[in-house]
């Protein structure tokens, strides 16, 4: 799925343990960053086609993508962290038996590793051919084929996308409306 659906499902999950402030943040962010090495990666490749190029090449940028995300092991290593069940697993238990001994700090932690966790099980599902590799770091091969492809249109990538979309619209509405009622709740009485 896109960042902005997992940004969404993250505060599903979030609403759904009944997390506010810190730990909501937390989940959310963690919903969102297991993104951040591609998009990255996807920018600098795209900018540095624009500027040998000059112009954008869809096709150019996707091969030298899918060479790097197919084959080199700091991009499948970076993105892999935070998507792969297994990975997410060792961090969840490193967290509660080493990087956090009090209480704040590890709620925070694993809030934001259900957020990854949220992230890793949507991506197994909506992508095909390209998913987090399973069981990474161990197996650096394994993905399962997801019914359904949030990106490709051969996959259902067009009705995908059309449901996300009507769902960033839905929450968007939702929210602003729950905002305005939470405002008009906070009008101080004059008396």
């Not at 896109?2 to 969404?8: A, G, N, R």
């Not at 969840?92 to 956090?100: A, D, V």
Request: proline share 5%; glycine share 10%.
């Amino acid at each position: 799925m896109k960042s902005p659906t997992h940004f969404l499902i993250g505060y599903g999950c979030a609403a759904a343990f009944g997390w506010r402030g810190g730990l909501r943040r937390a989940c959310l962010l963690g919903a969102v960053v297991p993104d951040v090495p591609v998009a990255a990666v996807w920018s600098i490749l795209a900018a540095s086609v624009v500027w040998r190029e000059g112009g954008y090449v869809q096709a150019l940028v996707q091969a030298e993508m899918d060479a790097l995300y197919f084959s080199d092991s700091v991009m499948i290593a970076l993105h892999n962290l935070l998507h792969g069940p297994l990975s997410l697993a060792g961090l969840t238990l490193l967290t509660l038996l080493i990087f956090c001994r009090n209480r704040t700090c590890r709620m925070r932690c694993l809030a934001f590793l259900a957020g990854a966790v949220t992230h890793a099980v949507v991506d197994i599902v909506s992508h095909v051919t390209d998913g987090p590799l399973v069981l990474w770091p161990l197996d650096d091969e394994l993905r399962l084929v997801g019914p359904f492809s949030h990106w490709d249109p051969a996959y259902g990538g067009l009705w995908v996308t059309g449901i996300e979309l009507a769902a960033a619209l839905v929450f968007g509405v939702a929210s602003f409306f729950g905002w305005r009622r939470r405002r008009a709740m906070a009008v101080p009485v004059a008396g």
